[in-house]
């Protein structure tokens, strides 16, 4: 509660109808319930590394082609 | 709505009822004697929860059987572990506050029934924080 939500857009909804894929069959498909496909598609849900990379290979695409950082470059110190 | 969603709102009206059961018991048996009713009164209570959530329970499975056996995913995991942790202050802040009142007024028959309130209440508030969490964002 009263934490800020990750920086991070997806396209999955976009490319799931491109697909013409049902929510539940995507949530059957890397291993989720259509409820959690709801929630990421909403952006009320961040997957793990595991799920991004599962949904990716069902697209055929890569990761960051469906999840997208959005905080403004320089945000986060890099490590040296 | 997902199966632990249902299952999560079976058991929080439940739970509510049988905790209203429960305080109405302890109330009416405390009037009639004049004191604090003893622990005995909660015997009623327990049997009830555990027949009325079996047989909730039992319902939900034979209507949604494959959901019923599916294993929790990534977010429902993350969602029951956040709501436990509420669920844990909501017990700690009234087993506390029972001890305190046993403290002050040294009635034991009433920091049990104040603890298993806690009980009750913490257990409700877990199955309503999992409703909410699946509501917004986890």
């Given amino acids: ?13 976009a490319f799931r109808e491109r697909e013409g894929i049902s929510q539940a069959a995507l949530g059957e498909a ?4 259509r409820q959690t496909v709801i929630a990421i598609e909403q952006g009320r849900y961040s997957p ?3 799920s991004a990379f599962r949904i990716s290979r069902v697209f055929g695409v890569g990761v960051e082609d469906i999840f997208v950082w959005t905080e403004a470059p320089g945000g986060a110190p890099r490590l040296k | ?16 009822a049988t905790g209203t059961f429960y305080l109405f018991s302890v109330v009416e048996a405390s009037r009639a004697i004049g004191h604090t009713a003893p622990p005995a ?20 499975a034979l ?28 017990l700690s802040v009234g087993a506390v506050g029972a001890l305190g009142h046993y403290w002050v007024n040294g009635d034991g028959n009433m920091l049990f029934h104040l603890v298993l309130a806690s009980l009750i ?18």
Avoid at chain 2, 121 to 138: G, H, K, M, N, W
């Fill in chain 1, 1 to 13: 509660m009263g934490r800020k939500p990750p920086p991070i857009d997806n396209r999955v909804r």
């Fill in chain 2, 41 to 60: 009164v909660a015997v009623a209570y327990v049997l009830a929860v555990i027949v009325v959530s079996i047989i909730v329970q039992t319902a939900l």
């Fill in chain 1, 48 to 50: 793990s590394l595991e």
């Fill in chain 1, 30 to 33: 890397i291993g989720v319930t």
């Fill in chain 2, 1 to 16: 709505m997902s199966f632990r969603i249902k299952s999560a709102l079976a058991m929080a009206v439940v739970m509510a």
């Fill in chain 2, 121 to 138: 209440v913490a257990q409700t508030a877990e199955y309503a924080s999992q409703i909410f969490l699946d509501r917004t964002r986890l």
């Fill in chain 2, 63 to 90: 209507i949604w059987p494959r959901d019923a056996n599916a294993r929790a995913d990534e977010r429902e995991r993350a969602m029951q572990t956040t709501a436990g942790n509420w669920a844990g202050w909501v």
